[in-house]
């Protein structure tokens, strides 16, 4: 099954038509994306930095990371609202990119593992702690590549 | 005299060839978006520590001296790739207002931080533990975060002042 018709219906509709038409509409919507790319950016870099022990606080990784929790999934719903705006904006632009369709399968599997057993490996033994962390950063920076490499292509 | 000096900046063999190589420009802005991720993400953190958002448990002090560090890292980053950038359409940037609004912001933000680490951290030890921090040290964060973001729009929007 394609998802070509929900890219179209995406920029068929009023606020995508209406983000195309605006002059700063895009801009403004960039600028929100990139306030949430720094939030994120700054939560998963102390998490995962906390599991490597290169940033030494008091408690352990996985009650930083349950601290960090709010600001990480805030700012990922900002990221994925005002990322799903952007593609509105030429939903035809983004479909046949590859390097949106590489950012795409790679957010899930980021948002999968950190979830999941990134969440469980934080809470286990060192090395896995420590194997965990490398790949997750590993994964976001990934995923931030991928974006950056969408408008290159 | 600034002028001539960015116009003079301009014609530079690195500022020409990184504005003739089809990826250098996008490199090195890609390496500064990185930077700023570390410094502002790191510094909203400790913010959000201030205005008692987040890592309530953690001592103000050792928060500050465990993230802190990875801010420098990313202000290196930070400002070594946006020389560059500045470097490769100095008379370009002179001009662009937004260009001009930011570097304002960043003198404003240099200072907020000088002045709270002067004097709101000084007295750290009295208010380190608790999750209510002073209202200096929340006005210097509140303040901190409000430019940091405004940094981060002017960034975005000197390309399309061009």
């Given amino acids: ?153 | 005299m600034v002028a001539q000096w960015c116009q003079w900046l301009s014609s530079t063999p690195l500022s020409t060839s990184i504005r003739q190589s089809d990826w250098w420009f996008s490199i090195i802005e890609s390496v500064h978006v990185l930077g700023v991720t570390l410094m502002v993400g790191t510094i909203a953190i400790v913010d959000l520590r201030l205005l008692g958002w987040l890592l309530k448990r953690e001592p103000v002090s050792s928060v500050t001296r465990a993230i802190l560090p990875w801010t420098w890292c990313g202000l290196v980053v930070m400002a070594l790739s946006g020389a560059l950038l500045f470097v490769s359409e100095a008379a370009d940037a002179y001009r662009n207002t937004a260009f001009r609004i930011k570097s304002v912001l960043l003198v404003a933000a240099g200072l907020n931080a000088l002045l709270f680490h002067r004097t709101i951290l000084r007295s750290v030890s009295a208010w380190d533990r608790s999750p209510f921090t002073p209202v200096p040290a929340r006005r210097a964060a509140a303040l901190s975060l409000v430019l940091w973001s405004a940094i981060v729009v002017c960034g975005r929007a000197i390309a399309y002042f061009h």
């Fill in chain 1, 1 to 153: 099954m394609s998802l070509l018709p929900v890219f179209r219906w995406l920029g068929a509709t009023a606020l995508g038509v209406a983000i195309n038409r605006s002059t700063y509409g895009f801009a403004i919507i960039e600028m929100v994306h990139l306030l949430g790319l720094s939030l994120l950016g700054g939560s998963v870099l102390i998490i995962d930095l906390c599991a490597l022990g290169w940033i030494r606080l008091r408690q352990p990784a996985a009650r930083i990371a349950s601290d960090l929790t709010p600001l990480l999934l805030g700012s990922l719903a900002a990221l994925v609202v005002s990322g799903i705006l952007l593609v509105a904006d030429g939903p035809l632009r983004y479909y046949a990119n590859a390097a949106f369709r590489a950012k795409m399968l790679l957010l899930g599997v980021a948002v999968a593992f950190y979830f999941t057993l990134h969440r469980r490996a934080l809470a286990g033994a060192p090395t896995a702690r420590k194997a965990a962390a490398i790949l997750a950063l590993t994964l976001w920076f990934a995923v931030a590549l991928a974006g950056r490499a969408i408008g290159l292509l």
